[in-house]
């Protein structure tokens, strides 16, 4: 998912915030309290704490999600599903409503809705133990296994074009051939170069009927996933914007790309894939998915798990050929920083590929 940041030339005011708000609480007892959550890498967010209780008030960001209303569609879709299976335990936050309508619009044309805070809960920056690995398989299952009750083709996309790495590398060649020569990492360019074949791998499978689209998350990375505060129990998946028709292979293969690195999504250069944090994930997510993948569709895995991190380096590489116009950074050559790591990701992957496909064929061997 981008990390593209509100681009907005104003903060919220004060009043406005409590304005949004009160319009989605009605007359409270006493004004709500508001303060900044997180980063805003994306959508702006706000933490609510009203006598109604605890909300995230959030300022959709209409630079990446041109068509708010199909996010808000898709979430009422999803909603509805998790309702009539609750035996699946899929945790969804609430959304507030004025009326019919999960979202009012302030006088700049901006889009906010406010959901439930989900609370008490933290999220990691890594994992440390094969437990709380199953737990998020166990997490992205029930999340799957609620999708697969839902008709694709009923859903919009809030980003077409996510996760089709072909468009990705094709942009990564415009950008190669627009950008200063003295400004291309052609190491990097001839690591991307050697794997163009695998860009198209999942897409040629799903063109051939060895896979299929159901519902996905779209962004599963650790980032994105909650747990009870003493870090052992996962909650939940939050960040549903990207909720859409897709590959549950790139979802797979996103989740144990951001898991399953030791050191972190932003942790140092050198980085390592645990094939037994990845053994874990996929057996806790085997667990609750029994029948759903088709056997050609596990022994998709490990290239998917070869591919998310190529196709997340690429749009980091890209976006710094480009100057930085996508991605949020700090200083220039943060996206290369990233590009190489993601890409020293795939190259570790690579390295253990044996051991990789052992755990996948483990994982799954119970369910068989």
């Not at 995230?56 to 630079?63: M, P, T, W």
């Not at 979802?251 to 645990?274: H, K, M, Q, T, W």
Request: with cysteine; aromatic share 4%.
């Amino acid at each position: 998912m981008a990390d593209l940041e509100d681009p907005s030339p104003q903060a919220p005011t004060g009043p406005l915030l409590r304005d949004i708000a009160q319009r989605f609480l009605g007359d409270a007892a006493e004004p709500p309290s508001i303060a900044p959550l997180g980063d805003g890498l994306i959508n702006l967010s706000y933490r609510v704490d009203s006598p109604a209780g605890a909300f995230v008030l959030q300022r959709i960001n209409g630079a990446v999600f041109a068509a708010p209303e199909r996010i808000m569609d898709n979430l009422s879709a999803l909603a509805a599903a998790a309702a009539l299976q609750p035996e699946l335990g899929v945790r969804l936050p609430a959304l507030a409503r004025v009326g019919d309508r999960t979202v009012v619009q302030d006088a700049g044309g901006h889009v906010w809705r406010l959901m439930e805070c989900i609370e008490p809960s933290r999220t990691l920056k890594r994992l440390e133990s094969a437990g709380q690995a199953a737990e998020v398989g166990r997490v992205l299952g029930r999340f799957h296994r609620l999708g697969a009750a839902m008709d694709p083709d009923a859903l919009a996309e809030t980003l077409p074009g996510l996760h089709h790495t072909p468009s990705y590398l094709a942009a990564l060649d415009g950008a190669t051939g627009d950008a200063h020569p003295d400004q291309v990492p052609r190491g990097l360019l001839d690591f991307v170069d050697a794997r163009r074949e695998l860009a198209g791998v999942l897409d040629d499978a799903l063109a051939r009927g060895r896979t299929r689209r159901r519902v996905i998350h779209g962004d599963p990375k650790l980032d994105n996933l909650l747990f009870e505060p003493a870090g052992e129990r996962a909650l939940c998946l939050i960040d549903l914007d990207t909720v859409q028709p897709g590959l549950l292979h790139h979802d797979i293969g996103d989740c144990l790309r951001s898991c399953c690195n030791r050191a972190g999504e932003a942790g140092a250069d050198s980085v390592r894939f645990d094939p037994q944090l990845c053994e874990a994930l996929l057996g806790g997510y085997a667990e609750t998915t029994a029948g759903l993948l088709s056997q050609t569709e596990i022994d998709l895995i490990a290239t998917a798990i070869r591919l998310l991190p190529l196709e997340l380096g690429i749009r980091f590489l890209t976006d710094h050929l480009q100057g930085d116009q996508y991605f949020r950074v700090r200083h220039r050559g943060e996206n290369l920083t990233k590009a190489r790591r993601q890409l020293a990701l795939v190259a570790d992957i690579e390295r253990q590929m044996a051991a990789i496909d052992a755990a996948v064929r483990q994982a799954f061997a119970a369910t068989a």
